[in-house]
């Protein structure tokens, strides 16, 4: 009998215990978390800007991306008319008088593929200090990136099918690759020479 009760005791206790532990501990739980809220009442913005920072970085990636495709393109372009002398680039000839010689042509294509040759110089630093991780996680280059590259994209996107006139790619190439390289090699300075954290 007494066996039978204390069997029969235990497990009223064993279901009180878990009753116990199922309504005390969710509140204990609850006022773990907001006196964690107290101490670090900021925490949640903190941990909203760590996942900006890592969708920063695809982003900029992507832009990059498509500003290097669009260059790329450009260049190839530039590099088949040359090849082919009978194609002649609309962009170039946007930039000429309606009766241009073969010269004038000439020059004002030799300067284009300078300046996009330039500008894949510029990306190859650019990438070099993004994949060597200097500036992956720094979110000023990688805001600066990302708003330059995307409007080069969008910008030598209308340059090519509205042939705009090639003074325009100057000053696309002196805001949106002069611009993100130079800054990019200030970040290498400050992590190789001044031994700076890359963030």
């Known amino acids: 009998m007494v066996n039978k009760s204390s ?27 907001q006196v964690s809220t107290i101490k670090y009442p900021y925490r949640h913005i903190f941990a909203g800007a760590m996942s900006a920072v890592s969708s920063l970085v695809p ?18 372009s530039r590099v088949c008319s040359r090849v082919l002398s009978t194609v002649k680039e609309n962009n170039v000839e946007a930039c000429l008088p309606l009766d241009f010689t073969q010269d004038q042509y000439d020059k004002e294509d030799t300067k284009l593929v300078v300046a ?44 090519v099918f509205q042939r705009w006139e090639c003074w325009t790619y100057w000053l696309m190439f002196a805001f949106c690759s002069v611009l993100p390289a130079f800054v990019e ?15």
């Open 185 to 199: 090699i200030l970040l290498f300075i400050a992590v190789f020479g001044l031994k700076k954290k890359p963030l």
């Open 116 to 159: 996009l040759s330039v500008t894949m110089g510029l990306f190859a630093i650019e990438l070099a200090g993004f994949f060597s991780g200097v500036s992956m996680f720094n979110c000023t280059q990688g805001l600066l990136s990302l708003a330059v590259h995307c409007s080069a994209s969008v910008s030598l996107s209308f340059f």
């Open 59 to 76: 982003a900029r990636f992507l832009t990059l991306t498509a500003h290097l495709v669009i260059v790329i393109t450009i260049f190839w």
């Open 7 to 33: 069997n029969v005791a235990s497990f009223w206790l064993q279901i009180l215990t878990n009753k116990l532990n199922n309504v005390v501990c969710p509140v204990l739980g609850t006022l773990d978390s």
